[in-house]
């Protein structure tokens, strides 16, 4: 089991960046995929980014490819989303998450497949 905490999350305006981060605890976190998660109000848990164990391979949804970044560091057990360019409706509740597989080296990444979450952090953009 992956304990995670997030941090960074805030209030900022449209076309800002945030720098979200996410400390994991346990010994198989570099054995593990890592992923970011988000949750506005009324709406579902939809999927952001994604990064392999190796950090080789990454993913992102289509609303946020070319603004966001996910990388980690394993050797200090942390997963990064770098936001950019922010939008109004990147608002949402943001959640890392580790993926229950270990080693995985395939490029299907679903919510179900991940089995720790954090507890979430605010990301609120202004218009």
């Known amino acids: 089991q992956v304990q995670l905490v997030e941090s960074g999350g805030g209030l900022v305006q449209a076309g800002g960046s945030l720098r979200l981060s996410c400390a994991a605890s346990?010994?198989?976190?570099?054995?593990?995929?890592m992923g970011w998660f988000r949750q506005a109000p009324g709406k579902e848990r939809e999927f952001v980014a994604a990064?392999?164990?190796?950090?080789?391979?990454?993913y992102y949804a289509d609303s946020v490819k070319g603004r966001f970044t996910i990388s980690r560091d394993n050797a200090k057990n942390t997963v990064f989303l770098q936001m950019n360019s922010l939008k109004p409706e990147d608002t949402a509740v943001y959640y890392c998450?580790?993926?229950?597989?270990?080693?995985?080296?395939?490029?299907?990444?679903?919510?179900?497949?991940?089995?720790?979450w954090g507890q979430g952090t605010q990301v609120t953009v202004s218009s």
């Open positions: 990064i392999s164990w190796t950090g080789r391979s990454t």
């Open positions: 346990g010994r198989t976190f570099a054995s593990r995929g």
């Open positions: 998450a580790a993926d229950n597989r270990l080693l995985y080296s395939g490029t299907n990444y679903y919510p179900r497949d991940f089995g720790s």
